[in-house]
């Protein structure tokens, strides 16, 4: 499994209520894999309120995580 998955623009849809890969993110979740919203994203949709899995991160956070990273996929 990945260390850390980071979520932006549309993707942070993938961590929200409605979600169909909400069970398979959560699995993940459950077995270590750290999980990352953009914050301004789910600000920009209104979706601050409707995160279930994974925390939300600033764009910092997210960029020094991909720092201590060895494989980064865009």
């Known amino acids: 499994n990945p260390a850390t998955l980071i979520f932006w623009n549309d993707g942070v849809r993938l961590l929200c209520q409605g979600s169909d ?3 398979h993110l959560k699995k993940l979740d459950g077995q270590g894999v750290e999980l990352l919203a953009c914050t ?4 920009y949709h ?3 309120e409707k995160l279930v899995v994974g925390k939300k991160s600033t764009m910092g956070a997210a960029i020094l995580a991909m720092m201590a990273s060895d494989v980064v996929t865009l």
């Open 21 to 23: 890969v909400l069970e």
């Open 40 to 43: 301004t994203c789910l600000e």
């Open 46 to 48: 209104g979706l601050e």
